[in-house]
């Protein structure tokens, strides 16, 4: 399974950007996505955990974006997007989408496994 994000940039304090990703397999397997998440990673600082949302749809933030950011999913399309408005300077980092998928091979080999995106920088200006 392989993870493709979209959207960052760069944006005013008080803007808003939408971040987007996509998960994709092989053609000759089936999978399957469970939890979706969105991570960052500031220059200097740890990677953390912003958004998640599993496959039954509920939500948790971290207490930094509650009330600013909106994590949302698309089961069908195998997408996961992030709102952010009310940016703030703090914001700026990179983005990562990540899914734990289970993938089902023609050969009956099941996979179990975690994938990341390749990080999408989002910059907010003062």
């Known amino acids: 399974v392989q993870l493709q994000a979209s959207g960052g940039g760069v944006v005013q304090a008080g803007g808003s950007l939408r971040l987007s990703c996509a998960a994709s397999g092989s053609r000759f397997a089936k999978f399957s996505i469970n939890a979706m998440n969105w991570h960052r990673q500031a220059p200097g600082k740890q990677r953390e955990l912003v958004a998640s949302?599993?496959?039954?749809?509920?939500?948790n933030y971290a207490d930094s974006v509650k009330g600013r950011f909106t994590i949302s999913r698309d089961n069908a399309k195998n997408t996961v997007d992030l709102q952010m408005n009310s940016l703030k300077p703090d914001d700026t980092a990179v983005y990562y989408c990540?899914?734990?998928?289970?993938?089902?091979?023609?050969?009956?080999?099941?996979?179990?496994?975690?994938?990341w995106g390749q990080g999408t920088q989002v910059t907010v200006s003062s």
């Open positions: 949302i599993p496959r039954d749809g509920i939500t």
């Open positions: 990540e899914a734990d998928y289970v993938e089902n091979s023609p050969t009956g080999t099941v996979q179990v496994g975690r994938a």
